[in-house]
């Protein structure tokens, strides 16, 4: 017995090693095949097999013929994709539900279910992988309702084991999933068909079994069966045996199902997740499971992700994601009679604020954040206010929730003071309330008050910045406030304030500071400097000379002083005027005025003007010049000429004055002179002027003048010319085109006819139309007019007058305008296409309009008629949206023609081009014989022909149009596809060699016989006149630099060939050019330009059809020449003027030619540029040392390049400042008594100074009694050598340095003595090159830190 069992086991080991020797062989060809491809291959993601479990079945006695047949459970998937390349919304199939495999008994129906996806729609089909056919009760179908492919296989026998291929392909590819089918022996089958088998055997055979053999017997079989299968054993115990049995049972599930951990109870908050564990020892890995919430069972594929079963070795889990209300109970999960259960509870915590909402503080211009937490989600959204208003997301406030979506957050940018205030958050019924305070930011002065050294007189600017404009200032002096004195002109625009001292007194002196405030913030800036006053003295810059003049006359001395803030006095014959009668004196700046209303005899003498340090003497004689009468200037003054147009104005004006005066007389400012309408009398005691036939434009100012040796006299009248306006003024501005108002707008006009205006008249008609229609007229005062009365979408003109009492003006015309936006029905659909033709229907196709009018196209109205019939009839009964539709109910043997209607808003637009007629018939005959091939045009290389459609046969869909060359035998097609129209141009042929054509007509029934042309065409162009074929290459103008090569290159068309003829300012030209001709093209050569090559060249074409020229303006430019005869002049202490004579080049250069300046200090042989871009022949230069030696240079400087130097022959010494005039007499300025220690009110400053430049250094300084200044280098005192230039006055020390070197660079210091103490003051100086770039980058970054004057 035991051997029997052991050999019954190892035949079962040995059958499973070889079924699963057959799963892993068909599993690794798989793997293979799709590893050999070039595309993926996946099982769920890759290919692969899983084996589930494997067992062995329990070995039964032979006798009774209960077995299991056992095996692999075999899971695989892959996918191939065979398009390298997938258009967009298709793909390869793909497994949107996975199959699963089967394991069933003997006899029992066995189903698999596959959901597919792809596109195109993939084809199924099933196979075995064992290769053999599908068994015979097996049926394939597809389940629309479920959108599933099943397999179904009935009464499943133990043949039918095997693993079962799902198939799914498309053009791009397929995937197979492969699940395995097994097929357990059932014990009651084997029963039956051993008791068929027993029944034959002899009765005295058959004994009953014993209690063991029927348990083993019972054990396969169904309980239904039980009482039956005992009867026939002849089993009469059947009680007893069912208990024990059940007993056998129970210990087996015992066995069966182990639990290592129970379930256990969980209590959770809402919306977290929840997993129920527990821990199964299970001995069929295949056991099903079931999971239920309270009664009702859990389905997990449809609970949308709800719940989810996982397991993890033998721990087996349940997931319940974002659990709610609904979600609490009682779980249960059912293992063959084993029955977990734990209960969930699911807690509803109440909505409140996690953060800590504390008061915030931030300082000005920087963000403020708040941010929120809360408990959990909320659906009602989260509000944020201030000051009772809604904060909305923009510029200022940034408002944003987390991904978990419980943090809200809330960015105030750039706070203001104005931002102050409490924050609300609500959300539902929960509120919390935030303070928001601001920290004002401290005012710094990015710029203090300076020290300021002003003069009598003189103007005196205090100024500095702060770092912010929202300040509130204050003004003192010596600490008293003049903040309110009318002294001052204070200013405050932005970050700056100013305080300016006009007309500076020497009282003004003293101590100035500003302080400044701002909101909310106790804190007092102070910034202070102060202001010193010199006594002004001035000079003579132009004094006064004699003067004659007539009795009665006014007459005026002047004196111009270099100064306008000093004053004089006044003395005639050396007596200071003091009351003068007729006498004004007048101070206007610098100048100052002795001004006689009527010159007397008393007025006569010697006048004197004396001011500080100035003095100017004149005589005033008195002489009788030509005189006007009062009455009459002031009747001419009062009361213009006035005269109509076309009429004669005559002009009298009499007059006095010996010797009799010239009489001029002038128009507008312009001398008149007489003509045929202007005629001049004069007499002994009047003149006249006379303008006959009067037009407007004699308007205007008239001036009689009277001059002799003593004087002149002027008389001014207006003379005014009344005729009808001009019209208006300008473009008219429309400022609303609306459908139901136009707008317009103009200008008055310049001239009114010498009328007033009463009113403007405006008119209007219809584009397209030539009546004017009047539309309104308004006020003079009025140049706006709406008109209202107009329809949308049509175009108007207008035009406008200007009326006055004369007449209408002109009219002003406007351009064309339209009310609102354009709106016309659609443009034309393309010419409709027909296809699918059959006897009754055709579909007609056709593309939208090119333009829709305006208005978005709504649809299309298909029309069709008869051919020949002008009757059209509506095919489709509602308006088509779609570009196709199919005509239905056409009459066999009838041809149709259809159109088609583009609608839009504007209604119904022009119809499209008509189809081609077409036959409503089922068969399409070929077509006949094309007619009528002709030549239409042609040229070197081509042939254009043109035919007409055959007559018999039915409508060609193209035409084959073939070609052979004379010397050729067999035809080639000119096109490889059909040609649609009725006309072609056949290109790439040869010139002037003969070609034979023939034509052929194709539609879908066949080819039509060929029509050939009767006789070979040549392949040369019609006559043509000669053109310019130009293209952009060749412009009118064209500059050239001497010494290049001039090219001018012409492209033409002309057929046939022209005569090319080249001429240079009208003469042909024969000199250094080389000319190159060929039949399109031309080329006009000079190796090598000269000045004398500048000119106009023209390019001349001339055949038998006509002739043709273009010109080109060439100017050849060269260096200039260098200008002459520089001459030198000190006309301004301290600065040299430059004159020199023009270079004769620079008029013929309009492309800026221009003078380059330089200078050269005798102790240096480097010249540096004064100026650049002078274009006049005088310059002065600035900025030059007292006491130095100059050299001056000018350049001539063209788009081309610089001259030759022109420099000055000898060096130009700059005088020293003169001495002070030591016999000028001054009140001498008593300071007051005080003592000060030396101290530097603005130190000096770092320097860095390119080779070659020189340096100024600078620095304000206090002392008293004055300090001695000494300057050192390093250790070296310097202020003895006359290498530096030094100067130390009015609180200043100056330290030039002339054309820097390197030996210059290094530490410099001032030192300032007096008997109280010693200051002393330290800089650096740094000498660079141009191109030294790191240490320029150096330079600068330090310039940006610290103070460094580059």
């Known amino acids: 017995m035991a051997a029997e069992h052991i050999q019954a086991t190892g035949g079962r080991m040995e059958q499973m090693e070889q079924h699963m020797g057959q799963v892993r062989q068909m599993s690794d060809m798989q793997m293979s095949s799709s590893s050999t491809s070039s595309t993926f291959t996946s099982s769920m993601s890759s290919t692969k097999l899983r084996k589930v479990s494997q067992g062995l079945s329990r070995t039964m006695e032979e006798h009774s013929g209960v077995q299991r047949k056992n095996s692999a459970v075999v899971e695989s998937f892959s996918q191939v994709q065979k398009s390298p390349q997938i258009p967009e919304g298709e793909s390869v199939p793909d497994f949107e539900e996975k199959l699963r495999p089967v394991t069933a008994q003997e006899g029992d129906n066995a189903v698999f279910k596959a959901k597919v996806a792809g596109k195109p729609q993939p084809s199924v089909k099933w196979e075995r992988a064992s290769g053999g056919p599908l068994p015979d009760a097996t049926t394939c179908f597809y389940d629309n309702i479920n959108n599933q492919h099943i397999l179904k296989i009935k009464k499943l026998n133990l043949e039918d084991a095997d693993v079962y291929k799902c198939i799914a392909s498309n053009m791009h590819g397929y995937a197979i999933y492969s699940v395995s089918l097994i097929v357990r022996e059932n014990p009651a089958l084997d029963l039956k068909k051993m008791l068929k088998k027993r029944s034959v055997e002899k009765k005295e055979e058959k004994r009953p079994p014993t209690e063991e053999e029927m348990l083993k017997i019972l054990a396969g079989a169904d309980k239904k069966d039980y009482e039956r299968i005992c009867a026939e054993h002849g089993f009469t115990d059947f009680r007893g045996i069912l208990k024990k049995l059940k007993e056998m049972r129970k210990k087996e599930e015992v066995e069966m199902v182990r639990v290592l951990k129970p379930l256990e109870d969980i209590t959770a908050t809402a919306d977290t997740n929840v997993v129920f564990d527990t821990i199964l020892e299970l001995k069929d890995p295949n056991i099903r499971m079931m999971w239920f919430l309270g009664a009702e069972l859990l389905r997990m594929q449809y609970s949308h992700g709800k719940y989810e079963v996982k397991q993890k070795g033998t721990k087996h889990m349940l997931c319940i994601s974002s659990v709610s209300l609904s979600d609490m109970g009682t779980y249960t999960l059912q293992v063959a009679d084993k029955k977990l259960s734990a209960r969930l509870n699911v807690i509803v915590e109440p909505l409140k604020f996690l953060s800590d909402l504390k008061p915030k503080k931030v300082t000005e211009r920087e963000t403020a954040t708040f941010e929120v937490r809360l408990s959990k989600k909320a659906d009602a959204p989260l509000v944020w206010k201030v000051k009772d208003k809604e904060v909305k997301r923009d510029e200022k406030f940034d408002v944003s929730l987390s991904e978990d979506g419980l943090t809200y957050t809330l960015k105030i940018k750039d706070v203001k003071v104005s931002d102050t205030g409490d924050y609300t958050i609500s959300i539902g019924d929960l509120t919390a309330t935030v303070p928001l305070f601001i920290e004002r930011i401290p005012i710094k002065f990015t710029s203090h008050l300076k020290n300021v050294h002003a003069q009598e007189r003189g103007q005196a600017r205090l100024e500095c910045e702060m770092s912010s404009k929202d300040v509130h200032i204050r003004w003192l002096k010596d600490g008293c406030d003049i903040t309110a004195s009318r002294r001052y002109i204070f200013m405050h625009e932005g970050k700056r304030a100013e305080a300016i001292i006009e007309d500076c007194e020497l009282t003004d002196q003293g101590k100035y500071s500003v302080i400044c405030t701002q909101d909310n913030d106790s804190h007092e800036y102070v910034s202070s400097a102060n202001l010193s006053v010199d006594e002004r003295f001035a000079s003579v810059k132009r004094g006064m000379s004699d003067a004659k003049c007539p009795t009665g006359s006014p007459a005026e001395l002047c004196v111009v002083l270099d100064d306008e803030k000093v004053d004089g006095v006044w003395l005639k014959d050396g007596v200071e005027i003091s009351e003068l009668r007729g006498v004004q004196v007048v101070k206007q700046g610098a100048v100052h005025k002795l001004i006689f209303s009527g010159v007397t005899d008393t007025h006569e003498g010697k006048y004197t003007f004396r001011a500080k340090g100035a003095e100017s003497e004149a005589v005033l004689t008195v002489a009788d010049p030509p005189e006007i009468d009062s009455s009459v200037l002031d009747l001419l003054a009062a009361r213009p000429v006035t005269v109509k147009a076309g009429q004669t104005a005559t002009i009298k004006i009499p007059f006095k004055g010996k010797p009799p005066p010239k009489v001029t007389w002038y128009k507008d400012g312009m001398e008149v002179m007489e003509d045929e309408r202007t005629k001049v009398e004069r007499t002994a005691d009047g003149t006249s002027l006379v303008l006959s036939r009067c037009v407007r434009e004699d308007s205007g100012a008239v001036m009689l003048r009277l001059k002799s040796d003593c004087g002149s006299a002027v008389a001014n009248l207006h003379l005014n010319v009344i005729d009808h306006p001009k019209p208006p003024q300008g473009k008219v501005e429309f400022p609303e085109l609306s459908g139901k108002c136009i707008k317009m707008k103009w200008k008055a006009p310049r001239d009114n006819g010498g009328k007033q205006l009463t009113s403007f008249v405006i008119e209007r008609r219809v584009a397209g139309k030539k009546s004017w229609n009047r539309v309104g007229e308004v006020d003079s005062s009025t140049t706006v007019f709406s008109d209202d009365k107009v329809e949308e979408g049509q175009a108007y003109q207008y035009r406008i007058r200007a009326v006055n009492m004369e007449g209408m003006s002109d009219p002003l015309e406007t351009e064309e305008v339209r009310a609102g936006e354009p709106v016309e029905p659609p443009g034309t659909a393309s010419q409709p296409q027909v296809s699918n033709i059959t006897k009754n229907s055709m579909t007609v196709s056709w593309t939208p309009p090119a333009h829709d009018g305006g208005a978005p196209v709504l649809g299309y109205n298909v029309e069709r008629r008869k051919k020949g019939s002008n009757m059209w009839l509506q095919v489709n009964k509602e308006m088509l949206t779609d570009t196709k539709f199919m005509a239905e109910g056409l009459v066999d043997g009838v041809e149709y023609e259809f159109r088609v209607v583009s609608v839009n808003r504007a209604g119904a637009g022009s119809p499209s081009t008509i189809s081609n007629a077409v036959l409503a018939k089922d068969p399409i005959r070929a077509p006949g014989l094309v007619r009528n091939l002709s030549v239409y045009d042609s040229t070197n290389s081509s042939i254009s022909l043109r035919w007409t459609p055959p007559e018999q046969g039915d409508v060609p869909s193209g035409y084959i149009l073939e070609v052979r060359s004379e010397d050729a035998k067999e035809w080639t097609k000119a096109t490889k596809i059909p040609i649609a129209g009725t006309a072609f141009n056949v290109g790439g042929l040869q010139e002037r060699k003969k070609y034979h054509f023939r034509i052929r007509a194709v539609n879908e029934g066949g080819v039509g016989e060929p029509m050939e042309l009767s006789e070979g065409v040549l392949a040369i162009p019609p006559p043509v006149a000669p053109r310019f074929d130009l293209e952009g290459k060749l412009k009118n103008q064209l500059v050239v630099r001497a010494g290049a090569a001039l090219c001018l290159q012409i492209s033409f068309t002309a057929s046939p060939p022209p005569v090319v003829t080249w001429l240079k300012n009208g003469i042909i030209t024969s000199g250094r050019e080389v000319i190159t001709k060929s039949q399109n093209h031309s080329q006009f050569l000079i190796s090598t330009s000269q000045r004398s090559d500048s000119g106009v060249y023209r390019v001349h074409l001339q055949n038998d059809n006509g002739e043709a020229h273009y010109d080109v303006n060439v100017r050849v430019t060269d260096f200039p020449r260098p200008p002459k005869n520089l001459r030198l002049e000190e006309e301004v202490p301290g600065t040299v003027t430059l004159q020199w004579d023009h270079t004769p080049d620079l008029a013929d250069d309009d492309q800026g030619a221009n003078y380059i300046i330089l200078k050269r200090d005798t102790s240096t042989t480097s010249w540096f540029t004064v100026a650049e871009r002078v274009f006049s022949s005088k310059y002065t230069v600035t900025g030059l040392l007292p006491g130095r030696k100059y050299f001056f240079r000018v350049i001539a400087q063209n788009s081309i390049g610089d001259s030759d130097p022109l420099d000055s022959k000898e060096p130009f010494i700059i005088a ?64 003895d050598s006359l290498r530096f230039w030094r100067n130390t006055a009015n609180g200043v020390c100056t330290l030039v340095i002339p054309t820097c070197g390197d030996r210059d660079g290094g530490e410099y210091t001032l030192v300032l003595e007096n008997p109280l103490g ?33």
Request: proline letters at 4%; hydrophobic letters at 30%; charged letters at 30%.
């Open 1318 to 1350: 010693t200051a002393r003051c330290s800089c650096t100086l740094v000498i660079y090159d141009k191109d030294d770039k790191s240490l320029l980058e150096s330079l600068t970054k330090q310039a940006n830190k610290e103070k460094l004057i580059l």
């Open 1216 to 1279: 020293k400042e003169k001495e002070c005039i030591s016999s000028l007499r001054l009140r001498e300025y008593v300071s007051k008594s005080r003592q000060v220690k030396p101290t530097f009110l603005l130190p000096l400053k770092d320097h860095a100074v390119r080779r070659g430049h020189d340096c100024t250094m600078s620095c304000a300084y206090q002392g008293m009694p004055t300090p001695q200044a000494c300057w050192y280098k390093g250790e070296s005192r310097i202020s």
